[in-house]
């Protein structure tokens, strides 16, 4: 695995529900296809030149050391600490990265430091040993593995995820999914329900639209679709006594009047700033 320096590593981010971010790695192997936002721009900027190169994970050998001299120096303006909004911190079949990512975890909880954390790939269960104020997700937006194999290739199987979530979970652990970005019926038709059954267990749901893709747009009402599992979703938090978000321009055609709240207590914070997706 081919390993780079980098000068910093903590950086404030302007990411919904996001505080303070590490992305200790370049590039990921699941090799999305949705588009992934993250290897859009890191091409626009000249960090990966194709497609190819996006998927071959560089780690950032120097990560351990940056963090260490950046904790005193960011600590009292940090609220929490997200792995990651460019890159996996648990890659599936990589597990240097893991090891890396549940070092610079334990670190941060060292200085008081909450981390969240967010994967398609598999939640090591010694993270269940570190600080109580974390939180850990997994991706969900789908139950079909025909759907994985095409839009999320290389990314660990959806029964692998939702049980190294669950394990988290019976070990008291605060879990979040996030069901995001979401297609649409002309690009895969599922049960919405489903999905929400499988992850019942967990505390926290976050639901979003997918993006850049055309295939959305071309889906008769696909505004009215997201309005509609939008309100599933906030009604299934309400009647089980768990936190939601739904992200920013999933709901539309609403007036702020009847509009409904859309966040409820996620990671201490209830705020919407521009998105961009991981």
């Known amino acids: 695995m081919e390993h780079i320096k980098r000068k910093s590593l903590l950086y404030k981010t302007a990411v919904e529900y996001g505080d303070y971010t590490i992305n200790h790695v370049e590039?990921?192997?699941?090799?999305?296809?949705?588009?992934?936002?993250?290897?859009?721009?890191?091409?626009?900027?000249?960090?990966?030149?194709?497609?190819?190169?996006?998927?071959?994970?560089?780690?950032?050998?120097?990560?351990?050391?940056?963090?260490?001299?950046?904790?005193?120096?960011?600590?009292?303006?940090i609220k929490f600490v997200h792995?990651?909004?460019?890159?996996?911190?648990?890659?599936?079949?990589?597990?240097?990265?893991?090891?890396?990512?549940?070092?610079?975890?334990?670190?941060?909880?060292?200085?008081?430091?909450?981390?969240?954390?967010?994967?398609?790939?598999?939640?090591?269960?010694?993270?269940?040993?570190?600080?109580?104020?974390?939180?850990?997700?997994?991706?969900?937006?789908?139950?079909?593995e025909d759907y994985r194999s095409q839009y999320e290739p290389f990314s660990a199987p959806y029964k692998e995820r939702i049980k190294s979530l669950y394990r988290l979970h019976k070990k008291g652990v605060t879990t979040w999914v996030s069901i995001e970005p979401y297609p649409t019926p002309?690009?895969?038709?599922?049960?919405?329900?489903?999905?929400?059954?499988?992850?019942?267990?967990?505390?926290?749901?976050?639901?979003?639209?997918?993006?850049?893709?055309?295939?959305?747009?071309?889906?008769?009402?696909?505004?009215?679709?997201?309005?509609?599992?939008?309100?599933?979703?906030?009604e299934f938090c309400k009647t089980n006594n768990k936190e939601y978000h739904i992200k920013e321009g999933t709901m539309t055609n609403d007036s702020k009047a009847n509009k409904p709240d859309v966040t409820a207590s996620l990671f201490g914070r209830q705020e919407h700033v521009a998105m961009i997706c991981r």
């Open 83 to 144: 792995l990651c909004f460019s890159t996996d911190p648990f890659m599936y079949g990589y597990q240097e990265i893991a090891e890396l990512s549940v070092k610079l975890i334990r670190m941060l909880n060292g200085a008081g430091i909450k981390c969240t954390a967010l994967t398609k790939g598999i939640l090591p269960n010694e993270l269940a040993e570190l600080s109580t104020s974390n939180e850990f997700g997994i991706t969900l937006i789908s139950l079909n």
């Open 27 to 77: 590039g990921c192997s699941h090799g999305c296809m949705y588009p992934c936002y993250a290897m859009l721009m890191a091409k626009r900027f000249g960090r990966v030149k194709s497609y190819d190169d996006w998927i071959k994970p560089k780690i950032v050998s120097n990560a351990a050391e940056l963090l260490k001299k950046e904790i005193p120096r960011y600590r009292d303006k």
């Open 186 to 234: 002309n690009i895969v038709d599922q049960k919405f329900e489903k999905i929400l059954e499988a992850v019942a267990f967990a505390d926290k749901i976050i639901f979003g639209r997918l993006n850049y893709n055309a295939m959305v747009s071309q889906y008769q009402d696909h505004k009215g679709f997201y309005n509609k599992l939008s309100r599933q979703v906030i």
